[in-house]
């Protein structure tokens, strides 16, 4: 069993040191769905929720929020994003968004692409909880972890 990297040889917390490693790219998708009922579909497609634009404020927070991951957990390593990406389907039962991050750092990006879908479902709850009392934010997972080194891609 791997030891936690978090975790010092004293048992302390600690940020993990991640200065002698190559700078490789780095790409992670998350992804997250959101249960909402018809009618909520039907007033966000026609653009009709009073705070507006249900889908287009939930994609730019989402990409503000994967910005300010290493703000929002703690050990977190802060990255400098090439790119976040959210995408929002709606369903015939709600939502789904997905998360894709890039970078060329040191560490992963999965955290950033976490953070980015989570923000983005909190959004359209946030932004439709007046009309829709029965919402559901569910199955938030990494989806692809990709760190490109040299030519090679591994995961």
Not at 72 to 100: F, M, R
Not at 103 to 109: F, L, N, P, S
Not at 126 to 154: H, P, R, W, Y
Request: aromatic share 2%; charged share 25%; net charge positive.
């Amino acid at each position: 069993m791997k030891r936690l990297t978090h975790i010092d040889s004293d048992g302390r917390v600690q940020m993990v040191d991640v200065s002698a490693k190559p700078l490789s790219k780095r790409r992670a998708v998350a992804h997250g769905k959101i249960r909402l009922q018809r009618e909520t579909l039907d007033l966000i497609a026609r653009d009709q929720i009073a705070k507006g634009n249900v889908f287009a404020t939930a994609r730019i927070a989402g990409i503000q929020a994967a910005k300010q991951t290493a703000q929002l957990i703690p050990l977190c390593h802060t990255l400098p994003l090439g790119q976040v990406n959210i995408d929002i389907v709606a369903s015939k039962d709600g939502a789904e968004v997905k998360c894709t991050a890039q970078t060329i750092a040191q560490t992963g990006v999965e955290m950033e692409a976490l953070v980015g879908v989570t923000v983005a479902l909190l959004t359209i709850y946030d932004m439709c909880k007046a009309v829709d009392k029965k919402m559901q934010i569910s199955n938030v997972l990494l989806l692809e972890k990709i760190k490109t080194v040299a030519g090679s891609i591994t995961s």
